[in-house]
């Protein structure tokens, strides 16, 4: 591994080793703020928007599917550049730059309706959220070094409950914009995450300066050996991310064209992002502190493929709807949750950036792919229900690519 040269490591080890859990919970909640940003608002809730702006667009399903694929194109550059920027600028500063140009480009979403336009916000949002997120989970993982692991993976598993936060919040905020707006609701929509993605970056300012910047070699490029050991997580975080997104992007079209009124669409957003908010925190933080090897992938995949079965083998309506939120939405951010304990179990302490950067570079290369053909298959005969059988594939394989991962520890 390089080492690369920066600057507080004393502050940081003192904060790690002797600040109070309750001072450490409260630094991970406003570095919450960053996921609540970057993927429940930038990320997921186009799902809430898909359905208005492929009618008001009038868009095919494919090109509805391309507009996740740009966000995930622009998150694969973010997440491969994510370790440089912490190099260059710092890890607090690439964090809340990259968190300002998300709320800028959510606001900007709401002043355009031209294709390319869109396509290009996306895609920049993508790239800025990439950072926020890896560069988040780097300081989160750096929260609580220097204690057990059962402490120390909290502040992450309550980093990673800002997704199920942001997902409940714009679950409830997009319908009540598309009801009030009409036909420009889906622009109303935009623009409220984009305002309080703005207002998001006062507590993500106060959790970042309260975790200091490492000396030596932090944020330090991984050698191919480091990185060997990784592969199967690697294939798995892949398929994961092309399975659970592809879900994400179109469950809720699906939902209305077998026809669920908004009402229950928002109760179905809103169960989804607090089963995951309350699952991260309850139950994942322990389980992926402890499951060795892949085991804790494999399950997160179980899970996340049995929630994509009810709104695709049970009668339409809202028990299906529903089953399928609390299924899924426990398991689906485990994934991120249990990659980033991988990486801070597995890998040098140095290499903890690179090594998540790198981690979701492959999660972002199955985002890119999973919306677009999922999105090809649904405008063929069989409709959004047979995108969605993609989806319970790609996770049945993902879970058998974890099994393949084994235990190691870093040199």
Same mark, same amino acid.
């Given at each position: 591994?390089?080492?690369?040269?920066?600057?507080?490591?004393?502050?940081?080890?003192?904060?790690?080793?002797?600040?109070?859990?309750?001072?450490?919970?409260?630094?991970?909640?406003?570095?919450?703020?960053?996921?609540?940003?970057?993927?429940?608002?930038? @990320?997921?809730?186009?799902?809430?928007?898909?359905?208005?702006?492929?009618?008001? %667009?009038?868009?095919?399903y494919a090109q509805a599917g391309?507009?996740?694929? !740009?966000?995930?194109?622009?998150?694969?550059?973010?997440?491969?550049?994510?370790?440089?920027? !912490?190099?260059?600028?710092?890890?607090?500063?690439?964090?809340?730059?990259? #968190?300002?140009?998300? *709320?800028?480009?959510?606001?900007?979403? !709401?002043?355009?309706?031209g294709f390319s336009a869109l396509?290009? %916000?996306?895609?920049?949002?993508?790239?800025?959220?990439?950072?926020?997120?890896?560069?988040?989970?780097?300081?989160?993982?750096?929260?609580?070094?220097?204690?057990?692991?059962?402490?120390?993976?909290?502040?992450? *598993?309550?980093?990673? !409950?800002?997704?199920?936060?942001?997902?409940?919040?714009?679950?409830?905020?997009?319908?009540?914009?598309?009801?009030?707006?009409?036909?420009?609701?889906?622009?109303?929509?935009?623009?409220?995450? /984009?305002?309080?993605?703005?207002?998001?970056? #006062?507590?993500?300012?106060?959790?970042? @300066?309260?975790?200091?910047?490492?000396?030596?070699?932090?944020?330090?490029?991984?050698?191919?050996?480091?990185?060997?050991?990784? *592969?199967?997580?690697?294939?798995?975080?892949?398929?994961?991310?092309?399975?659970?997104?592809?879900?994400?992007?179109?469950?809720?079209?699906?939902?209305?064209? =077998?026809?669920?009124?908004?009402?229950?669409?928002?109760?179905?957003?809103?169960?989804?992002?607090?089963?995951?908010?309350?699952?991260?925190?309850?139950?994942?933080?322990?389980?992926?502190?402890?499951? @060795?090897?892949?085991?804790?992938?494999?399950?997160?995949?179980?899970?996340?493929?049995?929630?994509? #079965?009810?709104?695709? %083998?049970?009668?339409?309506?809202?028990?299906?709807?529903l089953l399928s939120a609390v299924?899924?939405?426990? /398991?689906?951010?485990? /994934?991120?949750?249990?990659?980033?304990?991988?990486?801070?179990?597995?890998? $040098?302490?140095? /290499?903890?950036?690179?090594?998540?950067?790198?981690?979701?570079?492959?999660?972002?290369?199955?985002?890119?792919?999973?919306?677009?053909?999922?999105?090809?298959?649904?405008?063929? =005969?069989?409709?959004?229900?047979?995108?969605?059988?993609?989806?319970?594939?790609?996770?049945? %394989?993902?879970?058998?690519?974890? #099994?393949?991962?084994?235990?190691?520890? $870093?040199?």
């Amino acid at each position: 591994m390089r080492p690369v040269a920066h600057s507080g490591a004393v502050a940081e080890s003192a904060f790690s080793a002797g600040a109070s859990p309750a001072r450490q919970a409260l630094t991970a909640l406003g570095l919450a703020a960053g996921p609540v940003v970057a993927l429940g608002f930038t @990320r997921f809730a186009y799902a809430l928007l898909l359905p208005a702006m492929h009618e008001r %667009l009038h868009w095919s399903y494919a090109q509805a599917g391309g507009m996740n694929t !740009a966000n995930a194109l622009g998150y694969i550059i973010g997440a491969a550049t994510a370790a440089f920027w !912490a190099r260059r600028l710092g890890n607090r500063a690439a964090f809340l730059w990259g #968190l300002a140009v998300s *709320a800028l480009s959510l606001c900007a979403t !709401a002043a355009t309706a031209g294709f390319s336009a869109l396509l290009t %916000l996306r895609f920049a949002g993508g790239l800025a959220t990439a950072v926020v997120f890896v560069v988040g989970s780097a300081l989160a993982s750096r929260v609580a070094t220097g204690v057990g692991s059962g402490r120390a993976v909290l502040p992450v *598993a309550i980093y990673m !409950a800002g997704v199920g936060a942001g997902v409940v919040i714009s679950g409830l905020v997009v319908p009540a914009a598309l009801s009030a707006g009409q036909d420009a609701g889906w622009r109303l929509g935009w623009l409220l995450m /984009g305002l309080a993605s703005v207002a998001a970056l #006062l507590p993500a300012w106060l959790g970042a @300066r309260a975790v200091g910047e490492p000396t030596g070699p932090h944020a330090a490029l991984l050698t191919a050996d480091e990185l060997r050991p990784l *592969a199967p997580t690697l294939v798995w975080y892949a398929l994961f991310g092309a399975g659970y997104v592809s879900y994400m992007t179109f469950a809720v079209a699906l939902l209305r064209t =077998q026809g669920l009124g908004s009402s229950i669409v928002s109760v179905f957003f809103v169960v989804l992002g607090a089963a995951s908010a309350v699952a991260t925190l309850t139950v994942w933080g322990h389980l992926t502190g402890r499951l @060795r090897g892949g085991h804790a992938p494999a399950l997160v995949a179980v899970l996340v493929f049995l929630g994509v #079965l009810p709104v695709l %083998l049970m009668s339409p309506g809202p028990a299906a709807a529903l089953l399928s939120a609390v299924v899924f939405g426990a /398991g689906f951010m485990a /994934g991120p949750t249990a990659a980033t304990v991988i990486a801070r179990r597995m890998l $040098p302490a140095p /290499g903890w950036t690179a090594g998540i950067a790198l981690l979701t570079v492959a999660f972002s290369l199955g985002q890119a792919v999973g919306p677009l053909v999922s999105g090809l298959l649904s405008d063929s =005969q069989g409709g959004i229900a047979r995108g969605l059988w993609l989806s319970a594939v790609l996770l049945v %394989l993902s879970a058998v690519a974890a #099994l393949f991962q084994r235990e190691h520890t $870093p040199s």
